[in-house]
């Protein structure tokens, strides 16, 4: 069963399309990442999700809820865990959770001392006097609290020490087999997303460029940078390696196949100065979508991408009034009630109908003085030099 699904979601700025044609699925109960450096990308997603933006075209559901006409009823389910972590300086973490807990109508759950220990919460630390990794553990605290069904985290491991992003990825790969919770993590960490999730999306110029399983994967992805005149290229292509423009190697390679291939070819070449590393994102992202992937290394022509015009009388969709984090809009509310209609301005797009026409400088040739300038000996094409 899809928990999410996301059908042609088009978000655009102006001209510039921060999301374009988005389709995705996400399967109850999974652990599905969308990896991209494109902030603006993941930040409308996320918010198109929970209705704090409007999309440009295309809709999407969260367990058959349309999250702009149904939002109130998805947020009952539903928690996001955001990059920010802002609330209102003059509150205490209690009075947070409560409000939490009033919207969702619930009582504390059985596992609050617990959830408070684990994520070293004291309830009275008031907003003003927290740290940010205070604020950052009172936001996945209030979004854990209320058990839901599907959890939106938006870069929320960025900056984590390295204890408490264990101990908060092993709790939700927790919750994800004992309550079935679905999960959609936004991030710009491979190696993270690769080590929790079951399925990989990477999004790239706005557009869904792939789609990995990681079951299916054998090794982690690896970066290597190759310091050695004695150097093969065509034996690494030979094996899946990409290469990746680095000013400062003989050469580097991007590889994401089985690593003792890769290692038994630099046992082979008899290549000793080397250095293999975990790869970045950024990295994956210059291996199949950066200048070299035109390159003909594997004597492959790159499909030539079509650019999508943007009909002139398509009208965008505006945001909300004012650009906030979900948690500010959260506790703006009165009584947490996201349902209030607000209304949607729509602006059209700039007026192209004052650009050149690319045809008036064409020249037409009659065919029959074509033909009797090439008898001529003239064979430019019918034109005079």
Same mark, same amino acid.
Request: glycine share 4%; aromatic share 10%; proline share 4%.
């Given at each position: 069963?899809?928990?999410?699904?996301?059908?042609?979601?088009?978000?655009?700025?102006?001209?510039?399309?921060?999301?374009?044609?988005?389709?995705?699925?996400?399967?109850?109960?999974?652990?599905?990442?969308?990896?991209?450096?494109?902030?603006?990308?993941?930040?409308?997603?996320?918010?198109?999700?929970?209705?704090?933006?409007?999309?440009?075209?295309?809709?999407?559901?969260?367990?058959?809820?349309?999250?702009?006409?149904?939002?109130?009823?998805?947020?009952?389910?539903?928690?996001?865990?955001?990059?920010?972590?802002?609330?209102?300086?003059?509150?205490?973490?209690?009075?947070?959770?409560?409000?939490?807990?009033?919207?969702?109508?619930?009582?504390?759950?059985? &596992?609050?001392?617990? @959830?408070? /220990?684990?994520?070293?919460?004291?309830?009275? $630390? +008031? !907003?003003?006097?927290?740290?940010? %990794?205070?604020?950052?553990?009172?936001?996945?605290?209030?979004?854990?609290?209320?058990?839901?069904?599907?959890?939106?985290?938006?870069?929320?491991?960025?900056?984590?020490?390295?204890?408490?992003?264990?101990?908060?990825?092993?709790?939700?790969?927790?919750?994800?087999?004992?309550?079935?919770?679905?999960?959609?993590?936004?991030?710009?960490?491979?190696?993270?997303?690769?080590?929790?999730?079951?399925?990989?999306?990477?999004?790239?110029?706005?557009?869904?460029? &792939?789609?990995?399983? @990681?079951? /299916?994967?054998?090794?982690?992805?690896?970066? $290597? +940078? !190759?310091?050695?005149?004695?150097? %093969?290229?065509?034996?690494?292509?030979?094996?899946?390696?990409?290469?990746?423009?680095?000013?400062?190697?003989?050469?580097?390679?991007?590889?994401?196949?089985?690593?003792?291939?890769?290692?038994?070819?630099?046992?082979?070449?008899?290549?000793?100065?080397?250095?293999?590393?975990?790869?970045?994102?950024?990295?994956?992202?210059?291996?199949?979508?950066?200048?070299?992937?035109?390159?003909?290394?594997?004597?492959?022509?790159?499909?030539?991408?079509?650019?999508?015009?943007?009909?002139?009388?398509?009208?965008?969709?505006?945001?909300?009034?004012?650009? +906030?984090?979900?948690?500010?809009?959260?506790?703006?509310?009165?009584?947490?009630?996201?349902?209030?209609?607000?209304?949607?301005?729509?602006?059209?797009?700039?007026?192209?109908?004052?650009?050149?026409?690319?045809?008036?400088?064409?020249?037409?040739?009659?065919?029959?003085?074509?033909?009797?300038?090439?008898?001529?000996?003239?064979?430019?094409?019918?034109?005079?030099?």
């Amino acid at each position: 069963m899809g928990a999410i699904v996301i059908n042609d979601i088009t978000k655009r700025s102006g001209r510039k399309r921060i999301l374009d044609q988005v389709n995705l699925e996400v399967l109850e109960g999974e652990f599905f990442s969308i990896l991209s450096m494109e902030e603006e990308a993941k930040d409308a997603l996320a918010k198109i999700l929970f209705n704090f933006k409007k999309p440009s075209s295309g809709h999407a559901s969260i367990y058959n809820f349309d999250v702009n006409k149904q939002s109130k009823d998805v947020k009952t389910y539903t928690s996001f865990i955001s990059k920010e972590a802002l609330f209102p300086e003059n509150l205490r973490r209690k009075a947070i959770f409560k409000k939490t807990l009033n919207f969702h109508d619930l009582e504390l759950p059985e &596992d609050y001392d617990e @959830l408070m /220990d684990s994520f070293d919460c004291q309830e009275n $630390l +008031k !907003v003003a006097n927290m740290d940010e %990794r205070e604020r950052r553990m009172t936001s996945i605290v209030n979004a854990l609290l209320v058990h839901p069904r599907v959890l939106i985290v938006q870069d929320a491991t960025r900056g984590m020490n390295p204890i408490d992003c264990e101990n908060f990825l092993s709790r939700l790969k927790d919750l994800q087999v004992r309550e079935n919770l679905t999960i959609l993590f936004l991030s710009d960490d491979l190696s993270i997303a690769q080590r929790y999730s079951d399925r990989i999306a990477y999004l790239h110029e706005g557009r869904i460029r &792939d789609i990995e399983y @990681l079951k /299916d994967k054998q090794s982690k992805d690896k970066l $290597l +940078k !190759v310091y050695s005149a004695k150097l %093969r290229k065509e034996e690494f292509f030979r094996i899946g390696a990409r290469p990746v423009d680095r000013n400062y190697t003989e050469a580097t390679f991007y590889y994401d196949g089985y690593l003792p291939d890769l290692t038994k070819l630099l046992y082979q070449e008899g290549i000793e100065d080397f250095n293999l590393e975990d790869a970045l994102l950024q990295d994956k992202i210059d291996a199949y979508y950066g200048p070299q992937d035109k390159l003909d290394y594997r004597q492959e022509t790159a499909p030539t991408e079509q650019v999508q015009e943007i009909p002139k009388e398509e009208k965008s969709k505006a945001d909300l009034p004012e650009e +906030k984090s979900p948690d500010e809009i959260f506790f703006q509310e009165d009584n947490g009630d996201f349902a209030k209609d607000k209304e949607v301005e729509k602006n059209k797009l700039p007026d192209q109908d004052g650009e050149e026409n690319p045809m008036d400088d064409t020249k037409v040739i009659d065919k029959n003085d074509l033909l009797n300038q090439l008898e001529n000996g003239n064979d430019k094409g019918g034109f005079n030099q």
